[in-house]
C-alpha cells in the first residue's frame, strides 16, 4: 500500500559502550588480564623466551615466541574471559616480531590477522582485521580496529565474541617455517554490562501469584501445579514472571517473614500471607527453576502508601503504615520502604533472575536510590523499569497517531505508537508495556508491526548512556484486559507466533501476561501457549506468515491506495466531521461506505465528487473510493 503522507520512524537510542583506556590484557603470560592462551594450529608457542631485540619498541626481557610449521594458516587462539558484546571503540592492540627478513617479505607471508571469534560457533561468524609487517627482523605495533563493524545475531545470542585468533602468513603456501613473537596485547576490555542476556531470544508467560491475605484465601488454588503445568506443556519457554507483590496492590507480599520488620505486628496482618503460605511463592519458584527456566518477580513500587482500592481494609493499611514510617523512620516514607523491600530481596537472592518493576510514578523516594538497594543486595540481577516510554515520530518531530486498525475498529480513539529503548539508566530489559488499552490501542496493533519492530530486528538492544546495555522487551497482554478471564482474546495463533519469531529470532524477547484463574493458565489461553510452544519447538521451525497491513487501517492524516497512481493518490475527503454532505478532490468512479462492522450501508455508482450522507446516524464509517481504473482508496469519516 502507497501511503499519501511519508511517515518516517525517528528513534533515539544508543548503542555507545563504555569508553575505556587501553588494557593490558597480554604480556608474556605475566600479566593475563581477560585473556588466556587456548591452543595453536599449525605451529608450536612458548613462553618466557628470550627476546630478539630489545632496543627498540618492545625492551621486554621475555616475550612469546611462535614457530610456524610450514603450513598456512598458522595460528594462535586466546579466550576472553570477558566477551566483547560492543564493538563501538574497540580497538585491540599488540606488538609483533617476524624472522622473516624484510627482502623475502610478500603479500601473504606478510599478514598478521586478528578475528574475533565466538568459541560456539562456526567460522561464518567471524570478524577480523588484518595488518602486513612491512619490515623483517624487528618489532612492530599493529592496531585492529573494530569500530565499523556489526556483531551478528548468533554471536550475541551466543554471548557475544569470547576467543580472539592471531593468524600469521595467512593463504601463504611457501612451506615456511618461520619464527614469531609477540607481545603486549591490549585492548578495551570493559563492556557493557548485559545482565538480561540470559533474556535474548526467549520468550516467557506470566504466572500472577496473590499476595497477603489474598493469598491465604486462594490457598485452595493449586498454584504449585500451575506452575508444573507450565513446565509440563510449554517446554519451550524461557522465563516466567511470577510475584513479589499482588500484582495490582504494592501492600499485598507473597513472603511473610522479613529481617527488618515484622510486618503482621509491627503495620499490618493482611499485608502478608501466613508462614505456610509463604512457602507458596517458594515452591512455585523451585518448579521453574528446577526446570531451566528463569524467574522474574514482577514488584509494584508504589509501596503501602498509595492506594489502589478504597476497602476499609486498605485505609487500615495507608494509615498503620504511615504510623510506621513516622515513627521508625523519622517520616522518611522512602527508607521505610526501601529496608522492607530489601529484606525481601535478600530472601529471594539466588532465586530469582530479575525485577520488573511497576508503578514508579508513585515510588516513594527516589528510583536511583531503590536500584541501588536491589544491586547492593544482588549486583548481577536482571531490572525493567517501567516509568517512561517512547513513541515513533513523524518527520516534523510530532507524534504519529493511528486513526483506524481495520474497517471494523468500533473503537475512534486515535492512539501513539510505541517503540522499545532504554528510557532511564537502570533498566536491563525494557517494560515492554504498548501503549495502554484504554487510549484505545490493542496489543497487536498493526502499527507495532509495521512501525516498532523494525527498529527490533535492526537491534535488539538499546542503551541510555552507554554504561549497559538493555534488551528489547515487549510485555503483551493477550486479552483486551490484563489478566481478566472474561475479557476477549485479542491474539490468535498464527499473529502471536509471528510477534514471537519477530523477537526471539532477532536476539530480543517476549512475555505473553497470561491469565491465572483457580492456579492455572486459562484453557483458552494454554491452548495458544501449546501451539506456539510445539511450533518453537520445531527443527527448522515452520514459516510464519508475513505481515500485511489490516484492510482500512491507517494513521491520522494518511489515506490509503493499492496502487501508485499520483493523482488518484492526492485524493483528499472534506469536511471530516461531517453533517450532512462531503466531497472528494477528484471525481470518482464509484464509492462503498462501510460500518465500523464492516458491512455495506452506502453504495454510490455514477461518476461523482459530493456525497450524501444524511441517513446515516451519528458513528464511524469507511468509504472505499474506486477510480476508473480500479484504483482503491480507503477513508474514515465521523458522522455528526
Known amino acids: 500500500m502507497i501511503n499519501k503522507i511519508n511517515f518516517i520512524v525517528l528513534f533515539s537510542f544508543f548503542c555507545l559502550s563504555t569508553i575505556a583506556a587501553q588494557q593490558t590484557w597480554y604480556e608474556n603470560s605475566s600479566q593475563t588480564n581477560n585473556i588466556q592462551f587456548s591452543n595453536t594450529q599449525q605451529g608450536l608457542f612458548t613462553t618466557d623466551e628470550t627476546n630478539p631485540e630489545t632496543n627498540g619498541i618492545n625492551s621486554n626481557a621475555t616475550v612469546s615466541k611462535f614457530v610456524r610449521d610450514g603450513q598456512e594458516n598458522s595460528r594462535i587462539i586466546f579466550n576472553l574471559s570477558v566477551p566483547i558484546t560492543d564493538l563501538s571503540s574497540n580497538t585491540i592492540a599488540l606488538k609483533a616480531f617476524t624472522s622473516i627478513q624484510t627482502s623475502d617479505l610478500n603479500t601473504t607471508n606478510s599478514r598478521i590477522r586478528l578475528f574475533l571469534k565466538n568459541s560456539s560457533i562456526g567460522g561464518s561468524s567471524n570478524l577480523y582485521q588484518q595488518a602486513n609487517f612491512s619490515v623483517g627482523e624487528t618489532w612492530e605495533s599493529f592496531s585492529y580496529d573494530f569500530d565499523q563493524e556489526t556483531i551478528p545475531s548468533d554471536v550475541l545470542i551466543a554471548g557475544g565474541y569470547d576467543q580472539i585468533m592471531i593468524v600469521f602468513a595467512s593463504a601463504d603456501t611457501s612451506g615456511l617455517t618461520s619464527t614469531y613473537y ?38 485452595n488454588d493449586d498454584w504449585v501445579a500451575g506452575a508444573q503445568e507450565i513446565v509440563d506443556n510449554l517446554p519451550a519457554v524461557g522465563h516466567v514472571i511470577t510475584n513479589f507483590t499482588h500484582p495490582a496492590h504494592g501492600y ?10 515484622d510486618i503482621a505486628n509491627e503495620i499490618h496482618p493482611d499485608m502478608v500471607p501466613t508462614l505456610d503460605n509463604e512457602q507458596i511463592i517458594l515452591d512455585v519458584i523451585d518448579v521453574f527453576r528446577n526446570s531451566g527456566k528463569k524467574v522474574i518477580l514482577y514488584l509494584n513500587g508504589a509501596g503501602p502508601g498509595h492506594l489502589q482500592g478504597s476497602s476499609d481494609r486498605e ?22 520502604w526501601r529496608t522492607l523491600v530489601k529484606g525481601y530481596v535478600e530472601r529471594f537472592e539466588g532465586l530469582v533472575d530479575g525485577y520488573w518493576l511497576d508503578n514508579l510514578s508513585n515510588l516513594p523516594g527516589e528510583l536511583s536510590d531503590f536500584v541501588a538497594m536491589i544491586r547492593e543486595v544482588d549486583p548481577d540481577v536482571a531490572i525493567a523499569t517501567n516509568l517512561t516510554k517512547s513513541y515513533v515520530e513523524d518527520e516534523n518531530g510530532d507524534d504519529i497517531f493511528v486513526d483506524s486498525d481495520a474497517t471494523d475498529d468500533d473503537d475512534p480513539t486515535d492512539y501513539r505508537v510505541f517503540f522499545l529503548e532504554a528510557n532511564d539508566p537502570y533498566m536491563d530489559f525494557t517494560a515492554g508495556h504498548p501503549t495502554p488499552l484504554g487510549q484505545g490501542a490493542p496489543p497487536n496493533s498493526w502499527a507495532y508491526e509495521e512501525f516498532s519492530f523494525p527498529l527490533i530486528t535492526e537491534n535488539p538492544w538499546s542503551s541510555y548512556d552507554g554504561s549497559k546495555q538493555t534488551l528489547k522487551h515487549y510485555f503483551a497482554p493477550i486479552r483486551d484486559r490484563w489478566s481478566v478471564a472474561s475479557a476477549d482474546l485479542v491474539f490468535e495463533v498464527e499473529q502471536a507466533y509471528r510477534f514471537i519469531r519477530t523477537f526471539t529470532d532477532a536476539g530480543a524477547t517476549i512475555t505473553w501476561s497470561t491469565t491465572i484463574t483457580d492456579g492455572l493458565i486459562t484453557d483458552d489461553e494454554m491452548a495458544i501457549m501449546q501451539d506456539l510452544n510445539d511450533r518453537m519447538m520445531q527443527s527448522p521451525k515452520p514459516d510464519y506468515e508475513p505481515y500485511v497491513r489490516p484492510v482500512g487501517a491507517f494513521l491520522v492524516g494518511e489515506s490509503l491506495s493499492i496502487d501508485s497512481n499520483d493523482d488518484f493518490n492526492k485524493l483528499a475527503l472534506f469536511p471530516n466531521p461531517v453533517k450532512q454532505n462531503f466531497k472528494l478532490s477528484k471525481e470518482i468512479a464509484s464509492a462503498v461506505i462501510y460500518n465500523t462492522n464492516g458491512n455495506k450501508i452506502l453504495e454510490f455508482k455514477s461518476n461523482q465528487t459530493s456525497f450524501d450522507v444524511a441517513s446515516l446516524t451519528e458513528g464511524v464509517y469507511f468509504i472505499k473510493a474506486y477510480s476508473e481504473n480500479n484504483e482503491i482508496q480507503v477513508f474514515k469519516f465521523i458522522k455528526q
Do not use: C, H, K, M
Open 182 to 219: 609477540i607481545d603486549t596485547i591490549s585492548g578495551s576490555f570493559e563492556q557493557p554490562l548485559r545482565n538480561a542476556l540470559f533474556l535474548s531470544s526467549s520468550w516467557g508467560v506470566r504466572f500472577n501469584l496473590d499476595g497477603g491475605y489474598r493469598l491465604d484465601n486462594s490457598s
Open 252 to 261: 499485598y507480599y507473597t513472603l511473610r517473614d522479613n529481617p527488618y520488620v
Open 315 to 336: 485505609f487500615e493499611i495507608l494509615a498503620a503504615w504511615e504510623t510506621y514510617y513516622n515513627t521508625e523512620f523519622g517520616g522518611d516514607e522512602g527508607l521505610a
